[in-house]
Structure formats: C-alpha cells, structure tokens
C-alpha cells in the first residue's frame, strides 16, 4: 500500500486529467500565456488567440486579473529567476508594466504545446521575432529603445519557456479546480 502511495503523482493544475492512457509520454502538454497589458489595452486578444486555436490548441482555463507586484515577484523571479538572468533594472521594469493594466491568463492544451506556443508568439524581442509570429505582427519595439526610456519591452504575451516552468506558472495560477477537462471536436484532427 505504501508503495502504490509513493508511486502516486501530485495532483496540480498542470496534471489535473491526465492519466498515461490518455497522455502516453506526457506528449500532451499545457502551458501559461499571459495577454500583458499592451495586448488587452490595445484590444487585439482575440486576433491574438485565434492563432492559437487555429493549430488546435485548447484553451482549459482563462482569466482577466489585475495582480500586485507580490504575485508578479512570485512569478518572475519566484518561478523564472528574471533578476538573476537579465538584472534588477528589468525586473522591475517589467513588474511595473504588468502592473499598469489588468491582464488575461490563460492555460493552453495540446500535443506539445510549450514550444508551439513558443513558436508563434516569436523572440521575446518583437524587433527581432520573424514575420509571421505574435510579436513579429504586432510590435516592433527592441530592447534598446524600451531600456534607453526606461521602461519594460512591451511584448503583448507571455508564454512558459519549458515543462518545469509551465508546470510552476500553470500551478501558480491556477487552482486544480479551474482548470475544464473536455474534448473538441479538432482534437480528433490536431492529437
């Protein structure tokens, strides 16, 4: 009995529905995306989504808050290590930014959906995403210009950058109990 304890997985927000028999090799994954302020302030969400949702992905958990900078703290540093990667300059750069406007969090679902979700959002600089991607599309703004003025890169979304911090971010925010178990009628085409 102790044994079959030990073997049993905690049950989080990130694996919450998944069993082996319908997520073999953990193949399908979820993910964090966060529509910062820039992307809801400037109204293009949904344009943004549906790129998303084109490729099949599925959306199992979805909010618009407004959070303090505790909860930024948590994830950015608590969870990414920012200050450690990048200084306490663009920490805090950043912390106030997202601080500047309700955003939407968002919890996505599909066969390998950290790095597709990557892929279409683009480089976290937009001057230098590709054509074609989130940030590509719809910014322009680099690193230097955001630095030379004091101020964070508005970048219109946020997305995990692999599976220990997707499971962390998703965990973090979210609850078990917000997250939707159900099928679409595309997975039978996009799984």
Known sequence: MAEKAEKKKDVNAYNIGFTEENNPGGMIQRTLIIFKPDAVQRGIVG???????RV????????????????????????????SRRGQKAFDWTVDFMTSGPVIAMVLEGVEAIPVV????????????DMGTIRGDYAHISFGYASARGEATAN????????????????????PEEIQIYQTLSEKYTR
């Open 47 to 53: 344009e943004i989504l549906s790129r998303f949702e």
């Open 156 to 175: 219109l979304i946020h997305a995990s950058g692999n599976p220990e911090e997707a499971e962390q971010e998703v965990s973090f925010w979210f609850k």
């Open 56 to 83: 099949g992905l599925k959306i199992v958990a979805t909010k618009m808050v407004n959070p303090d900078k505790d909860k930024y703290y948590h994830h950015y540093e608590g969870i990414s290590k920012m200050i």
């Open 118 to 129: 990557r892929k279409i959002v683009g480089s976290t600089e937009p001057m230098a995403a």
